[in-house]
C-alpha cells in the first residue's frame, strides 16, 4: 500500500510552501482563488485527506506550537500582547494549539516543551527560561534579530529592520524642519537587538549630518517622574527640534508632559515614536510613527516556524516583516 499523501507533499507538487496549502485548503482569503483551486484540484487528483490525528502519530507530532515572551515584557508593552494575538490566530489557522510558556524555566524543564517548535520573542542572553528553551532539540523561530548567544541555536528568524525605521524618520523629521533629535530608550537592563539596532543607527545618523547626538535613558515602562526627567534633559538640548522614543507608548505619554512644559508637540517640536502605539500614538497626528504589525508580524512567525519544521532545509532563512510609517500631520490618520 503506497504511504497517504501528505501536506507536504502536495506543497512539492505545487511549487508552495505548506502554510500555503495548508491555507488554500482551509478557504483563507489570504490565499488567491486560482491558488486554492489548484490546491484543491492537486489534492483531489493525488487523492490528499485532511486526518490530522493520522498525520500527528506519522509525525509524532503533539499538535501544539510555543511562544515564549519574557516575563517582565507580558504586561508592560502592548505590542507583545498584539504579537502573541497573531501568534494565536495563525497556529489556530494552521490547525495547531498554542502553549505559551509562563511558568518557571526550572518547572518548563522539568516537564519538558511539549510542542512541535517555539517562537521566541526579544529575548536577552541572560534568559534562563529561553536558554533552557534553545537547548532542546525543538526547531525556534526567533521574532527579531536573536542575541549572540543563541544565534548558532536559533532555527531561523524573521525580523524588523529597525535600523531603517530609525533613519526614516529622522529622515522625514529633518525634511520638515526639525533641528537637532534626541533619542530616549531603554536603559542597559532590557537592551534587545532591536534596541541595539536603534542606538546604532542613530549614532551613525548624527554623524553623516554633523549633529552632536543625545541618548537618555530610562527603564522599561518608566514612572511619570522618570520620563519627565529625561524629557526635561531633552528640552535643555542646545538647538533640540525634536525628540524620537524608541519604546512603544513614550512618545504618546510625552504629549502631556511637553505641554506641561510649555511646549506644543507638533508644532514646535517634532515627536516621533518608532514603535507607534495603536491607541496613543498611530491616530495622533502630531506624532511620528513606525506601525510595526504586530498581530502580522506573529503571524509571519509561525508561517516561517512551520515552514522550517516541514523543511529542515529552511534553517538558517532570515525574512523581514516589513513596518510602516505613519507621517505626521497625515489627514487619514485616526
Not at 528553551?133 to 548567544?149: N, Q, Y
Not at 511620528?288 to 523543511?311: C, H, K, S
Request: charged share 20%; aromatic share 4%; glycine share 8%.
Amino acid at each position: 500500500m503506497a504511504p497517504p499523501v501528505t501536506l507536504l507533499d502536495l506543497a512539492r507538487e505545487l511549487g508552495l510552501s505548506k502554510s500555503t496549502v495548508s491555507e488554500a485548503l482551509q478557504e483563507s482569503s489570504r490565499v488567491a482563488p486560482a491558488t486554492r483551486e489548484r490546491v484543491r484540484e492537486a489534492a483531489a487528483r493525488l487523492g490528499y485527506t485532511t486526518n490530522r490525528a493520522a498525520r500527528s502519530l506519522r509525525r509524532s507530532s503533539t499538535g501544539a506550537l510555543g511562544l515564549y515572551i519574557p516575563q517582565g515584557l507580558r504586561s508592560s508593552v502592548h505590542f507583545y500582547m498584539e504579537f502573541a494575538f497573531g501568534v494565536a490566530d495563525e497556529a489556530a489557522a494552521q490547525g495547531y494549539d498554542l502553549t505559551l510558556f509562563a511558568s518557571s524555566p526550572e518547572r518548563a524543564a522539568s516537564h519538558g516543551f511539549q510542542v512541535d517548535g517555539a517562537i521566541i520573542v526579544d529575548v536577552l542572553g541572560d534568559d534562563l527560561g529561553a536558554r533552557r528553551l534553545v537547548r532542546t532539540d525543538i526547531p525556534i523561530v526567533s521574532a527579531g534579530r536573536p542575541v549572540d548567544e543563541f544565534a548558532e541555536r536559533i532555527a531561523a528568524d524573521v525580523s524588523i529592520d529597525h535600523a531603517a525605521g530609525a533613519r526614516r524618520i529622522l529622515d522625514a523629521m529633518a525634511s520638515s524642519g526639525a533641528g537637532r533629535p534626541a533619542l530616549i530608550t531603554s536603559g542597559p537592563e532590557f537592551q534587545p537587538t532591536w534596541v541595539v539596532d536603534v542606538e546604532r543607527a542613530y549614532t551613525a545618523w548624527c554623524a553623516e549630518h554633523g549633529i552632536p547626538e543625545a541618548q537618555l535613558s530610562v527603564t522599561i515602562a518608566p514612572a511619570e517622574h522618570e520620563l519627565r526627567t529625561a524629557v526635561e534633559r531633552a528640552l535643555a538640548l542646545p538647538g533640540l527640534g525634536g525628540i524620537v522614543c524608541a519604546e512603544q507608548g513614550l512618545a504618546g505619554r510625552c504629549i502631556g508632559l511637553l505641554e506641561q512644559l510649555g511646549r506644543a508637540p507638533g508644532r514646535d517640536l517634532q515627536l516621533a515614536s518608532l514603535a507607534g502605539d495603536p491607541t496613543t500614538e498611530l491616530p495622533d497626528a502630531r506624532i511620528w510613527a513606525m506601525d510595526l504589525r504586530p498581530r502580522e508580524f506573529g503571524a509571519e512567525a509561525v508561517r516561517l516556524l512551520l515552514d522550517v519544521i516541514a523543511a529542515p532545509a529552511l534553517r538558517g532563512s532570515h525574512r523581514t516583516h516589513a513596518a510602516e510609517l505613519v507621517a505626521a500631520g497625515a489627514p487619514s490618520r485616526g
